[in-house]
């Protein structure tokens, strides 16, 4: 049987709703301190989540706004605690869930590699051997000197995906990063994903694009109100997210895109082929 990387048991997070407009420094103490009693007012982000995530497995995460998705990525990432429940992880992980997590804009790329590594435990000379093919993968070459609060958020995502893969965790966490940066990149980002887990590692990834979803993951779950609305092969599973959603749906839209984004691609090869035919014959 394959073995699970991410095991999570009875998951529940809850966030309270405050009735105070804001706050000074001097109440900061007592909100530090202060627990929830079951009186306060709360939102149910994730209420009873059990789920298994298996070993060489891409898993997708899909569900409406405001259900849980960062929430449990964040959990399963230790970023923040669960109010019960439990998340037992087997194996090195990296999240990557933000464009600025871990990256700072006042340093520029070549120094953001390094500081990143060393947050997640890596020595200098350990980066030093990892660096060259972290950029080179980011196809920013050019920029490596210039200052993060001058990169585009495409760019960013390409610097924060390529220093992850290649530092090449056994776990790999990842909160719509892919939504982000140009088609090439996407497809190249996407086949790493695939090799990735091919190599036996493991990927957790929340998206909003049905697209993606179908196209590299083994299995999905969708959130509804804090609580798992469906978890099984992906096709099925945006089926009945969509149904949820009353939004049209059938189990043949996700390979009709996949087609149609081949059929694109091809076009887009073709072209660039007669174009250059075009130009040797001037």
Not at 51 to 62: A, M, R, V
């Amino acid at each position: 049987m394959t073995e699970a990387t991410i095991e999570i048991r009875d998951l529940k997070k809850y966030y309270p709703i405050s009735r105070k407009k804001g706050f000074s420094f001097i109440d900061l103490p007592n909100i530090i301190k202060r627990k929830l009693s079951e009186s306060d007012p709360i939102i149910k982000v994730l209420d009873g989540i059990d789920l298994d995530i298996y070993k060489g497995e891409c898993f997708g995460i899909i569900g409406p706004n405001g259900t849980g998705k960062s929430t449990l990525l964040r959990l399963i990432a230790g970023i923040i605690p669960p109010d019960s429940g439990s998340v037992k992880i087997t194996g090195s992980l990296i999240p990557l869930l933000s464009l600025n997590v871990g990256f700072s804009g006042e340093l520029d790329a070549h120094d953001n590699v390094y500081q990143y590594g060393m947050i997640l435990g890596f020595t200098k000379k350990e980066m030093d051997a990892l660096y060259d093919d972290i950029i080179a993968f980011s196809g920013l070459e050019k920029y490596q000197y210039m200052h993060l609060k001058n990169f585009s958020s495409g760019m960013r995502v390409k610097l924060g995906f390529s220093t992850a893969v290649q530092i090449n965790p056994d776990i790999l966490v990842l909160d719509e990063v892919l939504s982000v940066g140009d088609v090439s990149f996407k497809e190249k980002s996407r086949q790493k994903i695939l090799d990735f887990c091919n190599s036996d590692k493991t990927v957790v990834i929340v998206s909003h694009s049905m697209g993606t979803i179908t196209d590299i993951c083994d299995r999905a779950m969708f959130l509804n109100d804090g609580k798992i609305g469906g978890i099984g092969d992906p096709e099925d599973v945006i089926a009945a997210y969509m149904e949820v959603m009353h939004e049209p749906w059938s189990r043949n839209e996700g390979e009709r895109k996949r087609e149609e984004a081949e059929k694109r691609r091809a076009l887009k090869r073709a072209d660039s082929g007669a174009l250059r035919k075009c130009r040797l014959l001037e």
